[in-house]
């Protein structure tokens, strides 16, 4: 059976920090390891991803604030999010892709307050 559980969500003033953490269980063959995030009223959107090899990518509204990491002995990828602004609030999702199938964690709540 799959299980993403997610953690680390959270309230944080504009300026501070939090790290996000998915387990991954029940998933062979992972790929890619990526976070995304949908805020009230709008689409999901793409955060962050790694590959397998290390490789990572970031969209342009997190490049160079956050960190994205993996654990592949616990299946596991972090988002160490940085200098948070109060538009980075959103519930965020980890997603992890094999060559076959991609599964979704169950969202984790990131407030920033100004």
């Known amino acids: 059976q799959v299980q993403l559980v997610e953690s680390g969500g959270g309230l944080v003033q504009a300026g501070g920090s939090l790290r996000l953490s998915c387990a991954a269980s029940?998933?062979?063959?992972?790929?890619?390891m990526g976070w995304y995030r949908q805020a009230p009223g709008k689409q999901r959107e793409w955060v962050a991803y790694?590959?397998?090899?290390?490789?990572?990518n970031y969209a342009d509204s997190v490049k160079g604030r956050f960190t994205i990491s993996r654990d592949n002995a616990k299946n596991t990828v972090y988002l160490q999010m940085n200098s948070l602004k109060p538009e980075d609030t959103a519930v965020y999702y980890c997603?992890?892709?094999?060559?076959?199938?991609?599964?979704w964690g169950q969202g984790t709540q990131v407030t920033v307050s100004s």
């Open positions: 997603n992890v892709r094999t060559a076959y199938s991609q599964d």
């Open positions: 029940g998933i062979f063959g992972i790929n890619n």
């Open positions: 790694i590959i397998s090899s290390g490789t990572t």
